[in-house]
């Protein structure tokens, strides 16, 4: 039977091997194994056809996982795959560190970074948003029994504007009042925590991936006893346009497993810049 991920080659002398620059001229091989991701159709196959499962020992895994769960990081480009190396340099100039970061690739697009210690890893999730030749990465702390591709990466560190947002309501514990309603508030734009004035707020949020983006908030504030309710949209800086269908980032529509659309719509994008 012929190889299905072979190419037909440029002819040839009958009975003479093709030459490489023959070869090089024929249709491209195509790669046997396209991604390492099954679906839950396939998964149930293999879970009828093969039924015997392998339980390995908490203790035996412990002595690994120790070296791994105080200084690693996941990290995954949102967008176009990135170079783990062109990853490490960049987490080194922002960082400062004065060592190289253990930097290597897993499949589908997953980086491995490890640090020398806890502090400068948990330096690193607070530093986001991190972003590679124009491609935002989300990463987050290593977990045991991470399997690349399997249910993505849950956390990406952006900006979060407040455009519009009454002048009043410009303090810092009212702005992460406001920016929890998105995400986990990290830190204020100095600019806006020194009263600087670009036309909105700022507020650097960690993003939970795995749920829909709200696009706002509807606030209500009272003033001489009377009570005003406005809704404040959120704009995400940098982010990826996400899926149509659910309203998550991190994967096309059309690779969607959802069932049902997201509900109350999804946030506002703008690019550098903007």
């Not at 209500?220 to 404040?232: A, I, L, N, R, Y």
Request: proline fraction near 7%; include cysteine; charged fraction near 25%.
């Amino acid at each position: 039977m012929a190889d299905p991920g072979a190419g037909k080659p440029a002819t040839s002398a009958p009975g003479k091997a093709p030459t490489w620059s023959e070869v090089a001229k024929g249709a491209p091989r195509q790669s046997v194994w396209t991604n390492y991701r099954i679906s839950s159709r396939e998964l149930q196959a293999l879970q009828s056809g093969f039924p015997e499962i392998l339980e390995v020992p908490d203790q035996e895994l412990e002595g690994a996982r120790s070296e791994w769960r105080s200084t690693t990081v996941i990290v995954r480009s949102m967008g176009r795959s990135v170079p783990a190396v062109w990853v490490a340099k960049e987490i080194r100039r922002v960082g400062k560190l004065q060592y190289d970061v253990e930097c290597f690739s897993l499949v589908d697009g997953f980086i491995v970074v490890r640090f020398a210690n806890g502090d400068d890893r948990e330096a690193a999730l607070l530093n986001g948003p991190w972003s590679m030749a124009g491609q935002l990465l989300a990463m987050e702390r290593w977990r045991p029994n991470f399997v690349p591709g399997a249910g993505g990466l849950g956390r990406v560190v952006v900006w979060l504007r407040l455009s519009g947002l009454p002048l009043d309501y410009w303090k810092g514990p009212t702005l992460f009042r406001i920016a929890a309603r998105a995400g986990e508030p990290l830190a204020v734009d100095s600019f806006t925590e020194q009263g600087g004035r670009f036309g909105f707020a700022r507020v650097k949020i960690a993003l939970d991936c795995s749920a829909p983006l709200k696009p706002g908030i509807f606030l209500k504030g009272s003033s001489e006893g009377v009570e005003d309710k406005f809704w404040q949209a959120f704009i995400y800086e940098n982010l990826p346009a996400p899926c149509s269908k659910c309203g998550r980032i991190g994967h096309p529509t059309k690779e969607c497993g959802s069932l049902f659309p997201a509900m109350g719509g999804r946030g506002e994008m703008v690019s550098r810049g903007a």
